[in-house]
């Protein structure tokens, strides 16, 4: 069975940084492009970054404007998100999806998501 | 950026009546469409792909269907478990884009 576990979020101040962690389980997990969605509280779902299975190819939004990095450690069958320069407006749930094989896809499976709260 | 805009926001559907949910592509997307459900409280999940193949596990009361910039997702005898927001997402260009939902209430 496909699991995929968040980790990481919490309270943080206005330009802090976290990483935010995704443990996979249940399918060969390099074999398989991984993506972020965020969805700010109440609000609808936003694509944040993907990545390939190898961990070459990336892609993100634009509007973050570089201060996010999405990574991964195929050893240990894990997907990260590094978030930098944190604003008030990245506050949101962050889910972590598995894709197909290549990325810029649908999202077949997500996580029940981390809670990332921005504020002094 | 391709801009994806569903309608109506809300939707109320009596027990058992056919709910039609609709999507509209700022371009055309061929038929690279999904549509997710999400519930109170829980992670969105997949229903749709390609349009309009439904995903492992999904009833057959779901059904997605349309190409180019026009899409619809049907249920077809609307059930209470069915109440929830539902979304639609292009996967045809980056950045990937959703729609901004479809909440599904019970009349």
């Known amino acids: 069975e496909v699991q995929l576990l968040e980790s990481g979020g919490g309270l943080v101040q206005p330009g802090g940084s976290l990483r935010l962690s995704c443990a996979a389980s249940?399918?060969?997990?390099?074999?398989?492009?991984m993506s972020w969605v965020r969805q700010a509280p109440g609000k609808g779902l936003e694509w944040v970054s993907g990545?390939?299975?190898?961990?070459?190819?990336?892609y993100s939004a634009d509007s973050l404007k570089g201060r996010f990095t999405i990574s991964r450690d195929n050893s240990k069958n894990t997907l990260y998100l590094q978030m930098n320069s944190l604003r008030a407006e990245d506050t949101a749930i962050y889910y972590c999806?598995?894709?197909?094989?290549?990325?810029?896809?649908?999202?077949?499976?997500w996580g029940q998501g981390t809670l990332v709260t921005v504020s002094s | 950026e391709i801009v994806m805009t569903q309608s109506p926001a809300t939707l109320s559907v009596s027990p058992g009546e056919r709910a039609t949910l609709s999507c509209r592509a700022s371009?055309?997307?061929?038929?690279?469409l999904a549509w997710y459900q999400q519930k109170p409280g829980q992670a969105p999940r997949l229903l749709i792909y390609a349009a309009s193949t439904r995903a492992t596990g999904i009833p057959g009361r779901f059904s997605g269907s349309g190409s180019g910039t026009e899409f619809t997702l049907t249920l077809s005898s609307l059930q209470s478990e069915d109440l929830a927001v539902y979304y639609c997402?292009?996967?045809?260009?980056?950045?990937?884009?959703f729609g901004q939902g479809t909440r599904l209430e019970m009349k």
């Open positions: 997402q292009q996967y045809h260009n980056w950045p990937i884009t």
């Open positions: 999806t598995k894709d197909l094989a290549v990325p810029g896809s649908y999202f077949q499976r």
């Open positions: 371009q055309s997307i061929t038929s690279n």
């Open positions: 249940g399918f060969i997990f390099s074999g398989y492009a």
């Open positions: 990545i390939s299975g190898s961990g070459t190819v990336t």
